[in-house]
């Protein structure tokens, strides 16, 4: 089923405590692409880029499935630049810099074939922009996702909060929610962002999972357990990628099958953790995916009998 993701498409450099990266390839779109493509075949994907980006990566994602007649390509531009460096417990980062370059005066438009796209990614990216993106669909999404970060909240909390209320499933960290919602407790914070206009919250903590919540339920998905987190970078959008492309595929939006879908974003998400870049993203096996969803099952598989 039709899938299209808008977002980042990006140089990142990144800075761990096993290591540092020069530019690489990154951005929250190239990572919810790419996991997304393990689910299904028929996305389409509307960012912008400078012309100093490698072909090699745009060749990676069309071989993936991504059609890319959305992406623009400025000449004699720069492309989009994050540089961020992670604490020693890799669930805290700080951003470094973050140069907009072609991102500042991004008028994004949707290919005619996808407007009609029965389930819209926003990845993260100028809430402006995000809207721009829901108002060219010819008929509305069957779901809109959206996913942003406290950097949007900082510089445009109102275009951000009128975005939020066209969409239907909001994805964001413990602090990024906490912030939006003003209250530390995340269970209220989360009642006050289901007011705020989605009807499902996912609330990321890291490699403490994350939290499914619509106004009467709450779901809790693990993250795996790793022996080494080498790179973290990604892993939200990992998430978000293999979450809608897992109810793409299925074409169920109900809550029950969100349970499922965020299990499936979750292991999509572990095996960015893996390598620095999108470098583990590719190339992994039907098999791969299934083992790794295996061992999400076993890890919170109990039995017990109430008496
Ligand atoms: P994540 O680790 O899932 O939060 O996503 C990291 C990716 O988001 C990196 O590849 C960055 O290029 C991209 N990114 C960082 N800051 C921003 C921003 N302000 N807007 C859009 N994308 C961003």
Known sequence: MSLLVVGTVAFDAIETPFGKTDKIVGGAASYISLAASYFTRDIDLVSVIGDDFPESFLNTLKK???KLDGLQIKKGEKSFFWSGKYHNDLNNRDTLETQLNVLEHFDPIVPESAKNCEFLMLGNLVPMVQQKVITQMKKRPKLI???????WMDIALDDLKKTIAMIDVLTINDSEARQLSGEYSLVKAAQKILTMGPSVLVIKKGEHGALLFNKEEVFFAPALPLEEVFDPTGAGDSFAGGFIGYLAKTKDISFENMKRAIIFGSAMASFTVERFGTER????SQKDVDE??????????FDISLV
Request: negative net charge.
């Open 64 to 66: 993936e499935g991504v």
């Open 145 to 151: 996702v959206l996913d942003t970060m406290n950097f």
């Open 281 to 284: 993203l590719i190339g992994l």
């Open 292 to 301: 790794r969803v295996q061992e999400f099952i076993d890890l919170v598989q």
